[in-house]
């Protein structure tokens, strides 16, 4: 029921949340279920904790481990992970306010506060569009919290001010967590084609006759990461609107403690 990889995996889980394919999200859920993979990154943990959250599995308990504690374990009072990187901090959000956290949490204000200090002068986070859009999905999630509005409309107009004449962000990837930022802040494709093409027909153009993106002549593995990103953005599904909701035990506490976990650049 897995893909090539823990990465490949976990992304297959969304792709399938948002257009279920039958059999085959039956096969993975049973695998996610009893899997243990050897993860390292606070990164890994929170894509994983997503993947099972967005195939109705409980990420404190229905898998040998707890995919929760490593990440608020990582919270050092002010950020998550790695202080010069954001990328930890935006996907924390995500698993946090589907397993019991909420705006009024200390390491949620703290998270976004953190993920909002980092926002470049452009609008955009690490100059780039996928970290940007990542960080409006995660951002559109607390828009009551401090100065997040504001960063919202910012990282909006970097967007704007980095789509294409043919409607896309230079590739498929890129293009993908566009439409999912476009979905995060309400906002129709159809307002987003600047020269007549917008996102989504940027996507159809790579799509090729398997059903695929990217070429065919392409790594079976960069056209499964590129298809599973593309069906959910392709139908405006945010990731957090495929998170289902969890419970937080009484014995979790706010803040964690402990090792800060390695961090990844890539999630």
């Known amino acids: 029921g897995s893909f090539d ?18 059999i085959a999200k039956t096969n993975l859920r049973r695998y996610l279920l009893t899997a ?26 229905d898998t040998p ?28 959000l995500f698993p946090l306010l589907h397993a019991g956290y909420s705006a009024s949490d200390d390491i949620i204000q703290k998270t976004a506060a953190f993920i909002v200090s980092r926002q470049q002068a452009s609008g955009a986070w ?12 995660a951002l559109a999630l607390v828009p ?29 990837f890129s293009t993908s ?19 007549g093409y917008n996102p989504n027909d940027y996507l159809a153009s790579l799509q090729q006759n398997d059903g695929g993106l990217e070429p065919i ?18 139908l405006g599904k945010t990731w957090s609107s495929l998170l289902q909701s969890f419970s937080k035990p009484t014995s979790t506490t706010e803040s964690g403690g402990g090792t800060v976990l390695g961090t990844s650049t890539s999630i």
């Open 126 to 137: 690490d100059s780039s569009v996928d970290m940007t859009a990542a960080a409006i999905q």
């Open 65 to 92: 481990t707890n995919y929760i504690a490593p990440i608020t374990a990582s919270f050092d009072g002010t950020q998550i992970g790695d202080a010069s990187l954001d990328n930890d901090d935006i996907f924390a």
């Open 217 to 234: 002549s392409s790594d079976a593995q960069t056209r499964v990461w590129a298809t599973e990103y593309a069906i959910p953005a392709s």
């Open 177 to 195: 967590w566009a439409l999912q930022a476009i979905a995060a802040l309400n906002q129709s494709t159809l307002n987003w084609a600047p020269s």
């Open 5 to 22: 990889s823990a990465l490949l995996t976990d992304w297959a889980a969304f792709a399938f949340a948002a257009s279920d394919p039958g």
């Open 144 to 172: 009551s919290l401090p100065n997040v509005s504001a960063a919202l409309t910012k990282a909006e107009n970097y967007l704007r001010s980095q789509q294409q004449f043919n409607g896309g962000f230079g590739n498929s």
């Open 36 to 61: 243990s993979p050897a993860l390292s990154s606070v990164t890994d943990y929170e894509r994983r904790a997503m993947a099972l959250m967005v195939l109705g599995i409980n990420p404190y308990s």
